[in-house]
């Protein structure tokens, strides 16, 4: 039978005063304004719009589609059916002899009810 080390007491008062750690809700607080960074005005976008009645936006990387779903619904008035999200990859840029890269970041295509309409500008 296998018999375990001896711990010196120095180090029994230490696991003695550790406490079990205690988190909050899971996930960041986001309000409606931070979760919906800007809408993303593209040829693509706009096509979307005009025929599908689907909408895009860049959002918050740590934004969910139950949070995006609500600031949409908050922000313009109108009724969501569906979200999907993407996370783009940053493509790579050059500056001069300084190859860097773009920062990644997160795309929602957010589709709204028939009888509903965002107007951009």
Known sequence: MARTRPHPKKYLRKLALRR???????????????????????EKGTHLSE????????VHPAANKIQIKAAVEE??????????????????????????????????IVKVHPEDKIEFY
Do not use: D
């Open 20 to 42: 079990p750690c205690v988190h909050g809700k899971p996930g960041l607080e986001l309000r409606p304004y931070q979760v919906l960074l800007r809408p993303l005005v593209t």
């Open 51 to 58: 025929h599908r009645n689907t909408y895009c936006f860049q």
């Open 75 to 108: 922000m313009y008035q109108v009724r969501v059916l569906e979200v999907r999200t993407q996370n783009r990859k940053g493509k790579r840029r050059r500056f001069r002899n300084i190859i860097g890269q773009m920062p990644s970041w997160k795309k929602a």
